[in-house]
């Protein structure tokens, strides 16, 4: 894993968190890894308040934040959001990851 590469944010990730506002609540999209899942590794995506410590990712006054714990993990990851049949939600597209189950939400390294 390369630490020096933070995570991407898609312009279009940015964009869903403005429409829910998130920034008017003081929230940033958290974005952890924690062990766990079918995989190995499961990514966990929710509102939270920024902490000391995090990887502020920020555009247009939105912020998605990473802990120093789960950084390496995402060294170079790209968070995203997406529309589809099955539903709208936060992807990461992780080059770390050796694997993934087919929701996407848990992997391996």
């Known amino acids: 894993m390369d630490l020096a590469l933070p995570p ?3 312009p279009r ?3 869903r968190l403005s429409e ?3 920034a008017g609540q003081g929230k940033a999209l958290r974005v ?3 062990g766990g899942g079918c995989s190995g590794f499961q990514y966990q995506i929710e509102l939270d308040a920024p ?4 990887l ?6 939105e912020k998605v934040v990473v802990d120093e714990v789960s950084l390496p993990f995402l060294s170079n990851a790209v968070i995203d959001f997406t529309e ?5 939600r936060f992807t ?3 080059p770390n990851a050796a694997s993934s189950c087919g929701c996407g939400v848990s992997f391996a390294m």
Not at 51 to 54: L, N, P, R, S, T
């Open 8 to 10: 991407k944010v898609t």
């Open 13 to 15: 990730a940015f964009e």
């Open 20 to 22: 829910i506002g998130a």
């Open 32 to 34: 952890a890894v924690e």
């Open 51 to 54: 902490a000391e410590g995090d």
């Open 56 to 61: 502020i990712l920020e555009s247009s006054g």
């Open 84 to 88: 589809e049949l099955i539903g709208a």
């Open 92 to 94: 990461i597209d992780n």
